[in-house]
């Protein structure tokens, strides 16, 4: 069975700095990856994901991911933070097989601090 | 483009009550799914649909019934509200059932039963 684990429930940083939020996964082939973000009060909304090809993923509001299968991780990346990133973020994996219904992590909460 | 719609979008019920929630979608997609999101728990999934007139159970069904009698629309019942089902409730869709799909989510109903 397909799991995803975010480390950290809580992360701080300060407006400018970089991020990383890690995301660690265990599923037996090539999974499919995704981030989500939920700013407060509002719906998850896609991030980036990965399925194939480059590791590297380019994702929206300036955010990035790198698949490394040796460390079965999909760490989100971000070098500046803006006091606007401040929300909860998501990793998912998705399988090939069965119903294709992703998991989800319990979410790292992000802190920005002027 | 509204995307995914729910309503409503807060809800105070009594211990007993029942209610349902609209979810409804307007891409076109076939597939629906109904999460709950508790503090510290990630989304957990409760119903979902495949198409129009299918409904299958997720990991957390108990408590609750869905229906899909046309495409975009998705409901989500609670016959017999109970405290445990205080939560925010979360619909989403996808156009195929494909793992490399994401998901557009809505922004949620909170829930409170008293």
């Known amino acids: 069975a397909q799991s995803v684990t975010q480390p950290d429930i809580h992360i701080t940083v300060s407006e400018g700095a970089s991020l990383e939020l890690r995301c660690n996964y265990s599923?037996?082939?090539?999974?499919?990856l995704f981030w989500y973000v939920q700013s407060p009060g509002q719906g998850l909304q896609l991030l980036l994901k990965?399925?194939?090809?480059?590791?590297l993923v380019q994702g929206i509001k300036g955010f990035e991911a790198e698949f490394k299968r040796s460390q079965s991780s999909f760490n989100l990346r971000k070098p500046s933070v803006h006091w606007s990133d401040a929300a909860e973020y998501f990793c998912a994996v998705g399988s090939s097989g069965g119903s294709y219904i992703p998991t989800f992590g319990r979410g790292t909460s992000l802190i920005v601090h002027p | 483009n509204a995307g995914v719609t729910q309503t409503p979008k807060f809800r105070v019920l009594k211990t007993g009550q029942s209610m349902t929630l609209l979810c409804a979608q307007d891409?076109?997609?076939?597939?629906m799914y109904w999460y709950r999101q508790d503090p510290g728990m990630g989304l957990r999934l409760i119903h979902y649909s495949v198409g129009e007139g299918t409904t299958a159970k997720g990991e957390v069904p108990d408590g609750y019934n869905v229906s899909r009698l046309k495409k975009q629309n998705f409901l989500l019942g609670l016959e017999s509200a109970a405290p445990s089902q205080t939560s925010v409730y979360f619909c989403?869709?996808?156009?195929?059932?494909?793992?490399?799909?994401?998901?557009?989510f809505g922004s949620g109903t909170r829930l409170t039963v008293v």
């Open positions: 891409m076109n997609h076939e597939y």
């Open positions: 990965y399925f194939s090809g480059d590791t």
């Open positions: 599923y037996g082939a090539t999974p499919y």
């Open positions: 989403a869709s996808r156009p195929e059932n494909l793992p490399s799909y994401g998901y557009t």
